[in-house]
């Protein structure tokens, strides 16, 4: 059974950092791209980072370019998203997500992911 569990969300002020982690459970070798996604209320789902499991990509949306970074810890089948420089605009429940498609094949696209976690909550305030 494959399981997906988001953790470290909670509320800091503009400019500080968080750290998320996913645990990850029952996937096969033929996971090919894991991911980040963020949804603020009332907007879409939208990719933030992601990752091929080989660690030979990364993937990054411009706007937290620089600011986020994703990376893995493959002895704990850990997927973190260190979060600098944090935004009121990076305000949103955060995803983590996984596919048996390639990143570069569009990893931005949500429809690609066949397994999500729950979700964590993060809040930015000004």
């Known amino acids: 059974q494959v399981q997906l569990v988001e953790s470290g969300g909670g509320s800091v002020q503009a400019g500080g950092s968080l750290r998320l982690s996913c645990q990850v459970s029952?996937?096969?070798?033929?996971?090919?791209?894991m991911a980040w996604f963020r949804q603020a209320q009332g907007k879409e789902r939208e990719g933030v980072a992601a990752?091929?499991?080989?660690?030979?990509?990364?993937y990054y949306f411009d706007p937290v370019r620089g600011r986020f970074t994703i990376s893995q810890d493959r002895a704990k089948n850990t997927i973190y998203l260190q979060m600098d420089s944090l935004k009121p605009e990076d305000t949103a429940m955060y995803y983590c997500?996984?596919?048996?498609?390639?990143?570069?094949?569009?990893?931005?696209?949500?429809?690609?992911?066949?397994?999500w976690g729950q979700g964590t909550q993060v809040t930015v305030s000004s």
């Open positions: 029952g996937l096969t070798s033929n996971t090919r791209c």
């Open positions: 990752l091929r499991p080989d660690g030979l990509n990364t």
């Open positions: 997500a996984a596919t048996t498609s390639w990143c570069y094949m569009g990893w931005r696209l949500s429809d690609k992911y066949g397994y």
